[in-house]
């Protein structure tokens, strides 16, 4: 059954976010540390939890409150990689006293930043494929319908993708060692 605007699933929706949105909004802002692109990636993040609701459906409040944290994840790192707004290692004053999990936190945030920066490179079937399959967790067969092209060319794309994602990555991080 697919989604509609005005049926019970909507109103469902609409209700679990409002329940969440604090909630939301504070994971937000402590994943990115600045209002603007932790609003940005809660608003991108709800439109794609929309506008791919049908794979979500029957997740019950739990899940779909962890899904909807990992798509708010990406999406807020994403909103900051586009703009260079991450915090960074150097940016921590007092190194020693940071938490391990905090310097775990910061480091993968970096990461997520470098290769959000190598995958907005990429062109944009290799961006969609890449996003569905990995941010989404979206099958082969949705990426097909979605790019329009066959399930044995979404693989291809997706092999292409990562090849080219390793190769930039790896300047990247190249460029910034140099730096």
């Known amino acids: 059954m697919p989604f509609r605007h005005d049926s019970t699933d909507y109103a469902f929706l609409e209700t679990f976010v409002e329940q969440h949105i604090t909630d939301f909004s504070k994971f937000a802002f402590y994943v990115v540390h600045d209002y603007d692109y932790a ?9 794609a939890i929309l506008k791919y609701y049908d794979n979500v459906r029957d997740f019950d409040e739990q899940r779909l409150f962890r899904y909807c944290l990992t798509i708010i994840k990406h999406e807020c790192l994403r909103a900051a990689a586009q703009n260079s707004k991450v915090i ?6 007092h190194f020693d006293a940071v938490p391990d999990e905090m310097l775990d936190q910061i480091i993968k945030e970096e990461n997520a930043a470098i290769l959000n920066k190598c995958v907005s490179q990429l062109p944009e079937k290799f961006q969609t494929a890449i996003l569905m399959k990995y941010y989404y967790n979206q099958s082969d067969s ?22 080219k ?5 790896i300047q990247l991080i190249e460029e910034e060692v140099t730096e």
């Open 39 to 47: 609003q940005d990636g809660i608003q991108n993040a709800l439109e």
């Open 88 to 93: 960074s290692v150097e940016e921590v004053e």
């Open 142 to 163: 949705d990426i097909s319908k979605v790019i329009g092209v066959s399930v044995a060319s979404v693989r291809m794309i997706l092999t292409r993708a990562r090849s």
């Open 165 to 169: 994602l390793k190769k930039t990555y």
